[in-house]
């Protein structure tokens, strides 16, 4: 499994143009992690949602990332220091993806819990907040923002220590994993929605409610926030041939493109009171998009009542097109596709027929409760499960926020962090303390 470039590109992103409401710049640094796609693209529309011109919006952003596991934290690997020698690619951003690849999460699920679900030994963390610290030094952010929580207790006990506020994105409607940790000063863990649900799974004691909790919505990419008026739905179809009696379905398993045998039986559709446009998108899984472009579309026996579309990996423009477009989506449920699919109000049905990891099966039991969709456990349910959904109005969960767009709140977010902790005499001495001896430490090196 290649590593996506996209979060190469992050880092390239340029800066807010300096116009004259923008007179001050900040550094942003992203600690993100290639461990399936949900991280990058949740950066990608901070990113995105830090450019838009506002109030929320004060300062001109640098924007820089880095991939923690692979950048940074390498030599504390034990999948890379224990097979690495032998096979330079291994490490565990590769086992990952690989097992998520070839629908293996009992190999995650076991990873985790050797890891102590993130919480590493003394001396292990230690190591860890060394090779962390002077990658954080060498950037001197004025915001961390962490999208996701592998690492999570080091990285918060080092923003203490440095004195840098630090946004924690909640990708999931399972936001747990705060536990015994030591929480910044100047720290927002930032939820979807303020669903009961939600709200029991946040670990720690009232005042970390509500203190450092701030609900924003999903931090969806802007292209899923546009309007999709009937004309413009019916518009794609026209622009893809799909004709108007035929109901789209919409399967994909994550940027990785997850093997799934889900296409195969859909592709032999036989109900005739239904007919199906089934819109496949592999994503970076180039086996998988040309098995089934040479073995299941040419051999499709009802064509009349199935037509299949196949496509590799497409951009946040195309999956937000289909999205809108579909009446149902079948796939794994992380937590940013499950919230595009509640608010383009499309209804969702979770495959569960392997191991799923503990988040996932929160998702899908999320979108239950909101009757917005429906679990299959086995494959021989797919097609009574599908023909069920299709049947039910489209969803409209009131589960997010409502009263100003999500980019305003994440913005203004990132900007009252940085504020607040510029203005905190004890966080603002233990700022100015570390940029000391970044500056003394140049000057021996020069």
Same mark, same amino acid.
């Given at each position: 499994t290649t590593i996506p470039e996209r979060l190469n590109g992050l880092s390239k992103i340029e800066e807010i143009p300096n116009d004259i409401s923008r007179k001050e710049s900040k550094n942003v640094l992203f600690l993100n992690c290639t461990m399936g796609g949900s991280h990058v693209s949740a950066a990608d529309a901070l990113i995105k949602y830090s450019k838009k011109d506002g109030p929320e919006n004060p300062y001109r952003y640098h924007i820089r990332s880095l991939n923690v596991p692979l950048d940074v934290l390498l030599p504390c690997d034990i999948v890379h220091n224990?097979?690495?020698?032998?096979?330079?690619?291994?490490?565990?951003?590769?086992?990952?993806?690989?097992?998520?690849?070839?629908?293996?999460?009992?190999? $995650?699920?076991?990873? &985790?819990?050797? /890891?102590?679900?993130? %919480?590493?030994?003394?001396?292990?963390?230690? @190591?860890q907040k060394a090779l962390l610290r002077e990658a954080i030094l060498k950037e001197n952010p004025d915001l961390l923002v962490m999208t996701y929580t592998w690492h999570a207790e080091p990285i918060c006990e080092l923003a203490?220590?440095?004195?840098?506020?630090?946004?924690r994105l909640g990708l999931d409607f399972d936001v747990s994993g705060f536990k015994d940790f030591v929480v910044p000063r100047h720290?927002?863990?930032?939820?979807?929605?303020?669903?009961?649900?939600?709200?029991?799974?946040?670990?720690?004691?009232?005042?970390f409610l509500t203190k450092h909790v701030e609900v924003a919505g999903p931090p969806l990419r802007p292209e899923f926030m546009e309007t999709y008026t009937p004309e413009r739905i019916q518009? $794609?179809?026209?622009? &893809?041939?799909? /004709?108007?009696?035929? %109901?789209?379905?919409?399967?994909?398993?994550? @940027?990785?493109?997850?093997?799934?045998?889900?296409?195969e039986m859909i592709?032999?559709?036989k109900n005739p009171g239904c007919k199906i446009r089934l819109i496949v998108v592999c994503g970076r899984n180039i086996e998988f998009e040309k098995d089934l472009k040479v073995r299941v579309v040419p051999n499709i026996v009802n064509k009349e009542l199935i037509k299949v579309d196949i496509q590799g990996f497409t951009e946040a423009k195309g999956m937000a097109?289909?999205?809108?477009?579909?009446?149902?989506?079948?796939?794994?449920?992380?937590?940013?596709?499950?919230?595009?699919?509640?608010?383009?109000k499309t209804r969702f049905l979770s495959d569960e027929t392997g191991y799923r990891l503990e988040w996932e099966k929160f998702n899908t039991q999320m979108l239950i409760d909101l009757q917005s969709g429906d679990r299959m456990t086995k494959l021989n349910q797919l097609i009574d499960k599908i023909k069920e959904q299709l049947?039910?109005?489209?969803?409209?969960?009131?589960?997010?926020?409502?009263?100003?767009?999500?980019?305003?709140?994440?913005?203004?977010?990132?900007?009252?962090?940085i504020k607040e902790a510029e203005q905190d005499e004890e966080t603002h001495k233990k700022r100015a303390e570390w940029q000391k001896f970044t500056e003394q430490s140049k000057m021996i090196a020069v």
């Open positions: 224990t097979l690495g020698k032998v096979f330079s690619y291994m490490n565990t951003d590769w086992l990952f993806n690989k097992c998520m690849t070839l629908d293996h999460c009992e190999i $995650i699920a076991f990873l &985790r819990k050797l /890891a102590g679900q993130g %919480k590493a030994s003394a001396e292990s963390k230690n @190591a203490q220590e440095l004195g840098i506020p630090i946004m720290f927002k863990l930032v939820t979807f929605t303020d669903h009961p649900k939600t709200k029991a799974t946040i670990d720690g004691n009232p005042e518009q $794609i179809r026209q622009e &893809r041939g799909i /004709a108007d009696d035929e %109901k789209v379905i919409f399967f994909a398993n994550g @940027a990785l493109g997850i093997w799934s045998k889900v296409p592709a032999a559709w097109e289909l999205m809108h477009i579909a009446h149902l989506f079948i796939g794994k449920t992380g937590g940013p596709i499950s919230s595009e699919a509640l608010h383009c049947k039910l109005p489209k969803p409209d969960p009131k589960v997010f926020p409502t009263d100003e767009p999500y980019s305003v709140k994440y913005a203004r977010i990132m900007s009252t962090l």
